[in-house]
């Protein structure tokens, strides 16, 4: 549970803050510092500063720097007042770069390539590769990673351990799709990569969110496209995406084969919200059958 500083700093509440603050040890001080920053609450967080708040220092052991919050939340406003305040855009936590916390982060945001760039600027090392460009929607520079090496476009990646539906394994679309990349699946689709492409097998990690099912891989580019995501269902089903596949899954020590309709099925039994996904695949495999 958030203490009451942490709340404040949240809030922007900078009265409260002014009372809780010169009480609080730097661990706390340093939490609510991330919090405010990442929520665009600077005079909430210049205030936090003077009372110890440190824009270099540590949010939590396990997680790392303050500014890895503000990556998280793909804020440029929350990175760029950190960077200015002290904060180190190269430091490293758990081998996890800012970069790599903004990469993994659930929000899905246009703001995310201006963050990008802040922290390249700032000292952050960027790999040039196909995964790279694909995150900062640069087309030109994917193509050129394509025509270099055209076995990209079948390549599977074991380390892409994030996602909205775990990208272990998965291909350059299945990234593209997570990451609501609409002309870079185009063009992908149109130099000839399979809109049915299995992600390669891995072992099971933590349950696909917010099932208990967890993905052995093999899943096709539906799998990711649910949700926000909703747009990348539509786009994959209108270029032909089969809604009969299925890939492996666990639940509990079953290992069960589902398609992308049981797979929404089984989000929908939890939180009730997938009729439109349900339907739209149902009005494909119907026109299938038919």
Known sequence: MENELILAAAAGDIESIRELGPNAGQAELNRALARAAAMNHFVAADTLIEFGGDPAGTYSETYGPVLFVACEFNNPEGIAFLLKAGADATVKAGGLSALDHLFRSPIRSELKYQCISLLVKAGTPLEDTAITAIH???????????????????????????GHFPLNGAGL????????????????????????????????????????????????????????????????????????????????????????????LAIDAVEGNMEKEITLVLEHQNERNA
Request: proline content about 8%.
């Open 136 to 162: 900062r929607s640069n087309l030109k520079l994917l193509r050129n990673h394509l025509d270099a090496n055209p076995d990209l476009k079948q390549e599977t990646f074991p380390e892409l351990n994030y």
């Open 173 to 264: 679309i299945h990234l593209a799709i997570d990451c609501m990349e609409t002309d870079i699946i185009l063009d992908l689709i149109h130099q000839g990569v399979d809109l049915d492409m299995p992600a390669a097998l891995n072992a099971e990690g933590l349950p696909v969110w917010p099932t208990s099912l967890k993905s052995l891989g093999g899943q096709s580019p539906l799998y990711h496209a649910f949700g926000r995501h909703y747009p990348m269902l539509e786009l994959l089903l209108e270029r032909g995406a089969d809604v009969t596949v299925t890939a492996p899954f666990l639940r509990g020590d079953e290992e069960l084969e589902l398609s992308p309709l049981d797979f929404f």
